[in-house]
Nanobody, 124 residues
Framework: QAQLVESGGGLVQAGGSLRLSCAASGPNFYVFAMGWFRQAPGAEREFVAGITRRGHSTSYADSVKGRFTISRDDAKNTVVLQMNSLKPEDTAVYYC?????????????????WGQGTQVTVSS
């Protein structure tokens, strides 16, 4: 069982940066692969970034590669999404998700636990 709480969203101008954090409660956080997804109004939830159990490897959507970085700190039960060079099309609600697996999944159905989401708005 895991409970996830996101923070760090807000309003930022294009070209700016935001740092999203996801705090997990519950035992054995280290066993989960973690992911970040986002959902814009009228759109489906889409994969943004993921990190394997123990942080051995990461993966990114093409749209954010080179701008976003995912990391995790198992000692603090947290996962962070550093977002740089933000664009208006990055505007969405961002969700943290946990998957009881070593591997990252790119489909929302791959994940077992979800946070409530945090709004990111990028103005042009």
């Amino acid at each position: 069982q895991a409970q996830l709480v996101e923070s760090g969203g807000g309003l930022v101008q294009a070209g700016g940066s935001l740092r999203l954090s996801c705090a997990a409660s519950g035992p054995n956080f280290y066993v989960f692969a973690m992911g970040w997804f986002r959902q814009a109004p009228g759109a489906e939830r889409e994969f943004v970034a993921g990190i394997t159990r123990r942080g051995h490897s990461t993966s990114y959507a093409d749209s954010v590669k080179g701008r976003f970085t995912i990391s995790r700190d198992d000692a603090k039960n947290t996962v962070v999404l550093q977002m740089n060079s933000l664009k208006p099309e990055d505007t969405a609600v961002y969700y943290c998700a946990a998957r009881n697996s070593y591997y990252v999944g790119r489909d929302s159905g791959d994940y077992d636990y979800w946070g409530q989401g945090t709004q990111v708005t990028v103005s042009s």
